[in-house]
């Protein structure tokens, strides 16, 4: 499901990613896990190409990104087979929670508005939050937002989720409301990559964990052996 | 709503003229249009003052006697005095409003025979120390001796020739601007066609007339140089008119020499006290008229502001998110547009467009120009509205999957609008205020009326709180309504977001 083999990256001459390869099967958790600075997020990125890297390769979700530009087509149809969600959050301020989740069914696959809200009120159902569909996000707690994010990166039906410190901007009852939809997720079988700092969390959750530093892989295998 | 219906009939009647009309074309439109400004004033062309409504003057029975020997019917065209010329051949056949016969004239257009002989007058305060045209040829206590004219009239060029006196020459944009001021102590004297004073003396009791007229000319009927049979149909009909005495009848009926007559013996003695109409009366008179060019404003702010904003927008998203060989042009689009003035803007399009063939009504023209002048402003306001989006905005978008048009069309715009609402509101009432510009090109709008009326009637103070009384009724909904559409959008979208259905 993806497969990344001999990334290398540099910025402004600096190398954030160095001969990076890495597995992740059908319906497994990987967690990436390392020092600030190390490369993890930068690695995410690559994955659903919001970055561009200079040689090695990634296949993600049945498609393949080489080294350089990406056409914005290839884009735009890995990007409905690989969701994502940031530390951030960033829902669309403008619209309220329910909307957040449908619009991409919408416009991207061109679901009724009908079909697309029926789905975005499953999904926040599914992330326990039916109740505040048509609340702004700027009225939700962080974690709730959070919870709204994952709903809408998972409407598209992504094989592939990816998860950027879903929970570092969150108090510690907010991390734990998250970790649970996350925990879920995985027993349902969704393939995730998920950038962690917290190492009960990856212990818990994912099936395999790699540690970067200082761009290059440290090491890698079942979180028992590397945490 | 009726304003609006009234200022598209307005617009209509505009619209119907047409380009460089000789004799013939005259003939089969049936209309003889003549250009004048009735700001101008008396007794020349100027509304009446007991039926604002209706347009009076020597020059107004001159039109009509005029187009009855070409067998047609005049029609009036507004246009700005110093610039009535440019209307040739775009909105006008002949222009007819106390035109000075001069060389440069002679040049620029075709000029008729004579129809109106006038005389340079000297005018000063009856308490002041000019009593002789000589006095302005020594310097006065405080210096050169300031002297008021009309910008462009023979009164300004004959005034700036004289070397021997000792004046400093102020032009004005309307002819009684001058007499205004000199009332008042600003200047020490004006200079004028003998007529004008003549006819506005009652308003000005401080004033008098200084020594005999001291120079003259005469009045011409401009023509446009690629009229032949026009032109040569005027002076015919000039020529008769003088010949079988109905433009004495005319005169007579005007009865300008005697008026000037009373003058110098009003001069001589006691001044006369005009009786001035109610404040009642000076209403009913001049709101309706007021009213409609208000109606006008409307129209002109109403249809040029979206506009604006949809170029404004469209400019702004081609200059972050278009092609790189689209940007430089986009941003010279908006230097220009804010490097310079409206003014000129107005004036390229509608005197300038028609030299390459693109001849558009005045009302468009204004439309045009105030869209394109304000676009460069809103595509700015966009811009900053963009960029006030976080970034995180347009990543988690792409990350769905969304084209980057999409992004823009869905997420990043939406919320740029919202972002910019105030600053864009107060452009429109902005925007509002700015048409009034548009007189300069012949679109008569509501601070065009109020000078107009505040001229005829001379109750400028009166007609200035009644205007702004009229601007305020006007914005103020304005306001409300962009405070309400703020608050709107402030709501999260109902359903389906904002751009969709
Ligand atoms: N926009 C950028 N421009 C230049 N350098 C950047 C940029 N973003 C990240 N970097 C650099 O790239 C390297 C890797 O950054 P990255 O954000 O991938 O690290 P990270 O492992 O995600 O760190 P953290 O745990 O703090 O999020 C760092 O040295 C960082 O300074
Ligand atoms: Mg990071």
């Not at chain 1, 991390?175 to 990856?202: C, N, P």
């Not at chain 2, 008021?148 to 009239?153: D, E, K, Y």
């Not at chain 2, 604006?308 to 702004?316: N, W």
Request: charge should be neutral; aromatic fraction near 6%.
């Amino acid at each position: 499901m993806i497969t990344v083999s001999s990334l290398t990256k540099s910025r402004a001459h600096v190398r954030v990613l160095e001969d990076v390869s890495l597995a992740g099967a059908e319906g497994t958790v990987t967690a990436l896990v390392g020092p600030s600075g190390s490369g993890k997020s930068t690695l995410l990125r690559c994955l659903n190409g919001l970055e561009t890297f200079d040689s090695g390769g990634i296949t993600v979700g049945g498609h393949r990104l080489t080294p350089g530009s990406h056409a914005p087509a290839l884009l735009e149809r890995l990007r409905c087979d690989v969701g994502m969600v940031f530390q951030q959050f960033n829902l669309f301020a403008h619209l309220s929670a329910v909307n957040n989740v449908a619009l991409a069914p919408r416009v991207v696959l061109g679901l009724s508005s009908a079909d697309a809200r029926a789905r975005g009120l499953d999904l926040l159902d599914r992330v326990g939050l039916r109740s505040f569909a048509d609340a702004r996000p700027a009225t939700l707690s962080g974690g709730q937002q959070q919870r709204v994010a994952i709903a809408r990166a998972l409407a598209m039906r992504p094989r592939v989720m990816l998860f950027d410190e879903p929970t570092s901007a969150l108090d510690p009852a907010m991390t734990a409301e998250v970790l649970e939809v996350i925990v879920e997720l995985a027993r349902d079988g969704q393939t995730m990559v998920v950038v962690t700092h917290d190492h009960a969390f990856a212990k818990r959750a994912a099936s395999h964990v790699v540690e970067l530093a200082a761009g290059r892989i440290a090491r890698q295998g079942p979180p028992a052996d590397v945490l | 709503m009726k304003c609006f219906l009234i200022a598209v009939l307005i617009v209509g009647g505009m619209a119907v003229a047409t380009a460089a009309a000789d004799l013939d074309e005259v003939v089969a439109r049936g209309e003889l249009v003549w250009a004048a400004d009735q700001e101008g004033g008396g007794p020349h062309v100027f509304p009446d003052p007991a039926n604002p409504r209706q347009l009076t003057g020597f020059e107004v029975d001159l039109a009509a006697l005029l187009a009855e020997e070409l067998g047609v019917k005049p029609r009036f065209q507004q246009g700005q005095w110093d610039r009535l010329p440019l209307l040739l051949g775009r909105t006008a056949d002949c222009v007819i409003n106390g035109i000075e016969l001069t060389p440069e004239r002679q040049r620029d257009n075709h000029c008729s025979r004579p129809y109106f002989a006038y005389s340079l007058q000297l005018i000063a305060r009856r308490d002041g120390p000019i009593d002789a045209l000589g006095k302005l040829a020594a310097t006065g206590p405080k210096g050169r001796w300031r002297v008021g004219v009309l910008t462009g009239s023979a009164a300004e060029s004959v005034m700036r020739s004289r070397t021997d006196l000792e004046v400093d020459v102020i032009g004005y944009d309307g002819t009684i601007d001058s007499l205004e001021q000199l009332s008042t102590g600003v200047l020490d004297a004006a200079v004028m066609d003998d007529c004008i004073f003549t006819f506005y003396a009652d308003r000005f009791s401080r004033l008098r007339t200084v020594e005999r007229p001291f120079a003259g000319g005469f009045y011409t009927i401009l023509t446009a140089r690629d009229t032949p049979r026009l032109s040569a149909a005027i002076d015919a009909a000039l020529g008769r008119l003088i010949a079988d005495g109905r433009l004495k009848a005319l005169y007579d009926r005007w009865d300008l020499a005697g008026r000037q007559q009373m003058l110098l013996l009003r001069d001589a003695g006691e001044v006369p006290i005009a009786r001035q109409k109610s404040l009642g009366e000076l209403c009913r008179d001049t709101l309706p008229l007021l009213i409609r060019a208000a109606g006008m404003t409307v129209l002109l702010s109403c249809l040029s502001f979206p506009l604006a904003v949809g170029i404004g927008l469209a400019v702004a998203v081609g200059r972050m998110y278009g092609p790189p060989l689209l940007k430089p042009l986009l941003t010279g689009y908006v230097e220009v547009l804010r490097g310079t003035p409206l003014m000129l803007q107005l004036y390229a399009i509608f005197f300038l467009l028609p030299k390459i063939g693109l001849a558009l009504p005045a009302l468009v023209a204004a439309i045009v120009a105030l869209a394109l002048n304000y676009s460069a402003y809103e595509s700015e306001i966009y811009r900053a509205g963009l960029k006030a989006v976080p970034p995180g905005q347009f990543e988690a978008s792409l990350s769905l999957g969304l084209s980057k048009w999409q992004a823009l069309r869905h997420v990043l715009v939406p919320q740029a609008v919202r972002i910019v609402m105030p600053p864009v509101t107060s452009d429109f009432i902005a925007l509002f205020k700015d048409t009034s510009v548009c007189s300069a090109i012949t679109v008569v709008e509501l601070t065009k009326r109020y000078s107009v009326l505040a001229l005829s009637t001379g109750r400028i103070v009166e007609l200035a709180v009644v205007t702004a009384l009229l601007y305020l009724c006007m914005s103020w909904p304005l306001a409300m309504l962009s405070r309400w559409f703020e608050q709107r959008l402030e709501r999260p979208a109902a359903g389906h977001g904002l751009t969709e259905g």
